[in-house]
Each structure stands twice: as C-alpha cells, then as structure tokens.
C-alpha cells in the first residue's frame, strides 16, 4: 500500500533522538512524495510499481525536492497568516535537510527490503540485495517499535519540559 504509515516510525525515533537536528515533517513529506509513484502507478494499473524514485538516484532528488518545498513554503507564509501546525514555520534548512535525507533513504532501504519489484542501484544494477533481509512482519514490527519509542521519548520530554516551567 502506498504511504504506509510504517515508515514514520523510524522518523519518530530519529527525530525524538535528536528533535532540534531531525525535521520529522520533512522526514514524512520525503516518505510521502516518494511513494507518490507507486500510488500512480497503481491507480493506473502499472507495474512495476517502484521504479526511478525508488532508487537511491531518484530519491534524491525527490529529497533535493522536499527540501526546496519546504523552503519556498516559508515565504508566503511570512506574508499570509497560515497556521504553524508543528511548528513548522520555525523550521531551518539543517533540520529539514536531515529529515528529508534520513526519510527519503531510509524508504529505500525498508522498501527494498519489503517489495520484490524495487532496483535501489538502478541503473548500475538490478539487484536487490536486501529483499526479504528480514521478515515482514519483523520489519513492520521494528518500525512500529521504533514509532512506539520515539512518541515515548518525546512524550516524556514534553511532560518534563512543562514541569521545569513551572
């Protein structure tokens, strides 16, 4: 299924690791935008449906594009009075770098590891040396752990933040 929520797992741990450094929206939006392909390819019934974003040159450039949405979105913002949901408005191009990266490259490499159809070294190879590395069940389990951990830590950071306001 295009866009699971899966991948956002790991982004919750990378960014409750390191919350200032690690944009989680951007980590979502590279996540988003990549698995806008397999959705086409999808609805308009054709297969393969992993092809060139989901290899590590592709994604690339969709993280190349994150990035720039992210940043020319914060110049109407500066004009329009359009909601901060997540802080948004706040973030700098580090984090949103990080994030996009850290979210983009990790979809290839969770995605090769789940779909016999993705090439990640295309075109210098067709091989797909992490499809079935593990189960995936395992990997949906790693990843809903990792979601679980990262909404911990910052659950628990958020309550301890508040309470040394006080």
């Known amino acids: 299924m295009p866009i699971t929520p899966f991948h956002f797992g790991p982004g919750a741990a990378l960014h409750s690791a390191a919350p200032r450094q690690v944009s989680f929206l951007a980590f979502c939006a590279a996540n988003v935008f990549v698995d806008m392909e397999p959705a086409y390819y999808l609805i308009t019934g054709q297969f393969p449906l992993h092809r060139f974003f989901h290899t590590y040159i592709g994604v690339s450039i969709v993280v190349v594009a994150t990035i720039v949405v992210f940043l020319a979105a914060l110049r109407p913002a500066a004009l329009v009075p359009l909601p901060d949901l997540f802080l948004w408005k706040q973030l700098t191009l580090r984090p949103v770098a990080i994030g996009a990266a850290l979210g983009g490259y990790s979809h290839i490499v ?10 990640p070294l295309a075109p210098f190879s067709e091989s797909n040396g992490l499809f079935q590395l593990i189960s995936l069940s395992a990997l949906h389990w790693l990843c809903l752990g990792a979601g679980i951990v990262g909404l911990t830590v910052l659950g628990i950071r958020k309550v301890l933040n508040e309470e040394r306001a006080r």
Request: net charge negative; charged share 30%; hydrophobic share 40%.
């Open 110 to 119: 969770l995605d090769s590891i789940m779909h016999s159809d993705i090439r």
